[in-house]
T-cell receptor, first 110, second 112 residues
Framework: RKEVEQDPGPFNVPEGATVAFNCTYS??????FFWYRQDCRKEPKLLMS???SGNEDGRFTAQLNRASQYISLLIRDSKLSDSATYLC???????????FGDGTTLTVKP | NAGVTQTPKFQVLKTGQSMTLQCAQD?????MYWYRQDPGMGLRLIYY???????DKGEVPNGYNVSRLNKREFSLRLESAAPSQTSVYFC???????????FGDGTRLSIL
């Protein structure tokens, strides 16, 4: 079993839809969590950091469930420009680094 | 504000050739990382350096060597390139623990 698991998708949604992705992690020492966005063949870029129970930034909301060891990313009112791959990366104290999931691909269609 | 700079951006090698991928960051970050990403796949950690003078193996270190030259620079060397090493290579840096990583824009490497 991978340390970080994400549903690869693809998720195909119409503009304006609400979509949610889950990321499960096995390392219980994970303290901080990061969501990155990666456009095709480009470098990952930080979308959101989560240090407590969750975070919200405009149309994006991340929620953390430490008991069940998963973190979700909710995107409201999807835009065409939201089409990308979303990577989850928990950071753990015992590893001293982040471990990346393989990503969830989102395609928003007109 | 350059952030993380990788050179070269593109490279084509023949099997058996050697080369060094360069990475430099200007954010005074302690940790630096090298990843590879194959088409349609996730990031795989090759090596990382938690601080100047230290390096550690990641998930896929075979066929690679690294040097943390100073706090700013972390290079990745392929001693004898193989077609299986055709990939996009990303360098990243991170400040203090618990902070996100910042990525360079990648080196696209093809080995024939």
């Amino acid at each position: 079993r991978k340390e970080v698991e994400q549903d690869p998708g693809p998720f195909n949604v119409p503009e304006g839809a609400t979509v949610a992705f889950n990321c499960t992690y096995s390392n219980s020492a994970s303290q901080s969590f990061f969501w990155y966005r990666q456009d095709c063949r480009k470098e990952p870029k930080l979308l959101m950091s989560v240090y407590s129970s969750g975070n919200e930034d405009g149309r994006f909301t991340a929620q953390l469930n430490r008991a069940s060891q998963y973190i979700s990313l909710l995107i409201r009112d999807s835009k065409l420009s939201d089409s990308a791959t979303y990577l989850c990366a928990p950071w753990s104290t015992n590893a001293g680094k982040s471990t990346f999931g393989d990503g969830t691909t989102l395609t928003v269609k007109p | 504000n350059a952030g993380v700079t990788q050179t070269p951006k593109f490279q084509v090698l023949k099997t058996g050739q050697s080369m060094t991928l360069q990475c430099a960051q200007d954010m005074n970050h302690n940790s630096m990382y090298w990843y590879r990403q194959d088409p349609g796949m996730g990031l795989r950690l090759i090596y990382y350096s938690a601080s100047e003078g230290t390096t550690d193996k990641g998930e896929v270190p075979n066929g690679y060597n690294v040097s943390r030259l100073n706090k700013r620079e972390f290079s990745l060397r392929l001693e004898s390139a193989a077609p299986s090493q055709t990939s996009v290579y990303f360098c990243a840096s991170q400040g203090v623990n618990n902070q996100p990583q910042h990525f360079g824009d990648g080196t696209r490497l093809s080995i024939l």
